[in-house]
């Protein structure tokens, strides 16, 4: 199967609660490897850009509201099939609704405040890194 790199955001109530440790190691322990990471502040400007898709949403300033509140981990995560390897580590959008075991029955409170991003599809993958990382910050592994 194709190595393919995926994105990852460790979302403000991740951060503040102290699990960027926890959530990095289920990335670790299902083979997706770190390729490249920032620890930063997301100003309005940006995480409207990066939400652009759901800007019509009556959700949209809840969560942009949200994503500038604190500190986030940007992440390229690379391995085996990760798009969506990712996504099923991660669980259902709604933690309700998620899996025992997903990072966001673990660690989501709500809705919003869902503990991780994902990608959704390889093309949402590549937009994503872009907007995010320089391609000589993506560490490849060969
Ligand atoms: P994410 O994977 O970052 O992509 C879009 C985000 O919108 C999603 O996770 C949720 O956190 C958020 N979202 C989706 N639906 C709702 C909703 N009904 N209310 C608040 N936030 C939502």
């Keep these: 199967m194709a190595i393919e790199k995926t994105f990852s955001i460790i979302k403000p109530n991740s ?3 102290n699990n960027i440790g926890n959530i990095k190691s289920i990335f670790e322990k299902n083979d997706l490897r770190i390729a490249a990471a920032k620890f930063t502040k997301l100003s309005r400007e940006k995480a409207e850009g990066f939400y652009i898709e759901h800007k019509e ?5 809840e ?10 981990m940007l992440m390229c995560l690379e391995g085996e099939n990760a798009v969506m390897k990712n996504r099923e580590i991660m669980g259902a959008t709604n933690p309700a609704e998620a899996a025992e075991g997903t990072i966001r029955k673990l660690y989501a409170k709500s809705i919003g405040e869902n503990a991780v991003h994902g990608s959704d599809s390889e093309a949402s993958a590549q937009r994503e890194l872009a907007y995010f990382f320089e391609k000589n910050e993506l560490v490849d592994r060969f």
């Design 15 to 17: 951060t503040l609660d």
């Design 57 to 61: 949403r009556p959700f949209f300033g």
């Design 63 to 72: 969560l942009v509201d949200f994503m500038t509140s604190g500190p986030v």
